[in-house]
């Protein structure tokens, strides 16, 4: 068996000189993912926002799992909504190698961890809908969005007994930190909200229906060197990453 390859999406980033002089831009995704990844027994790979159709087809077929990665929001048109006015860092190219990525990567059986914009970037794969603005558009909303330093666990996650997610993280109720502005609307085809916040906003979905798919809108890449409990969604990604390679050899 060998070590099982993790394709982590990147999005972009804009850069600037301590005098803010010269601007560059760079892929790539928050370090902590790779590390999570790395200290999972697999391997990652960035897939960046510029590969073509043919490219993620390429990649995804030397990869076992796929880690759709935080960033920016969605473009709402593509879930056949107006854009909110708190609308923000949208990247059409990026969510476009995403979609491509998720459908493909669904097509063919391969594990799925979602986090955070990449949770809802597997609902919208399955045609469901977003809460644009969490503190406009959800009435009694907890915090959402920490502004604290450091890894803060923000708010109450309650999880749904009977799911996946349960299982994996071997509890019902935990703290989580939490870092967003949108949310699951409407639950996309085959997926089933596995977690809630204490205000009913969606905090995780998975796969219906038993299919190795999982998303958190919380970020456990961030927390699972502090918390060793979050570093459990990469450890099951990881797993299922060597079920899947040993089912593609067959
Ligand atoms: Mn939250």
Not at 8 to 33: F, L
Not at 125 to 153: F, R, S
Request: a negative charge; aromatic letters at 4%.
């Amino acid at each position: 068996m060998t070590t099982p390859v993790i394709l982590v999406s990147a999005g972009r980033q804009n850069n600037y000189t301590p005098r803010r002089e010269v601007q560059t831009i760079t892929a790539g995704c928050d370090i902590d993912y790779l590390a999570a990844v790395q200290r999972s027994g697999s391997v990652p790979l960035m897939l960046p926002f510029l590969a073509s159709s043919e490219g993620i087809a390429a990649a995804l077929s030397v990869a076992d799992g796929l880690l759709l990665s935080g960033g920016g929001d969605i473009l709402s048109l593509t879930y056949g909504e107006e854009p909110h006015v708190t609308s923000k860092l949208q990247d059409p190219t990026r969510d476009a190698m995403e979609l491509e990525a998720t459908r493909l990567a669904l097509e063919m059986g391969m594990p799925v961890l979602g986090i955070c914009r990449g949770l809802q970037l597997l609902n919208v794969a399955c045609k469901g809908t977003l809460i644009q603005d969490i503190p406009t558009q959800v009435p009694g909303a907890v915090k959402h969005y920490a502004d604290g330093l450091d890894v803060v666990l923000l708010h109450t996650m309650d999880i749904e007994s009977d799911s996946l997610l349960a299982k994996v993280m071997e509890t019902t109720t935990m703290a989580v930190n939490s870092w967003h502005h949108q949310a699951v609307k409407a639950v996309g085809n085959g997926l089933r909200i596995s977690a809630r916040a204490r205000d009913g906003v969606v905090e995780a979905i998975e796969a219906a229906d038993g299919r190795p798919l999982l998303a958190v809108q919380c970020h456990p890449e961030e927390c699972a060197a502090t918390y060793p409990q979050f570093q459990r969604v990469f450890d099951w990604l990881a797993t299922e990453a060597r079920s899947y390679q040993s089912r593609k050899r067959r």
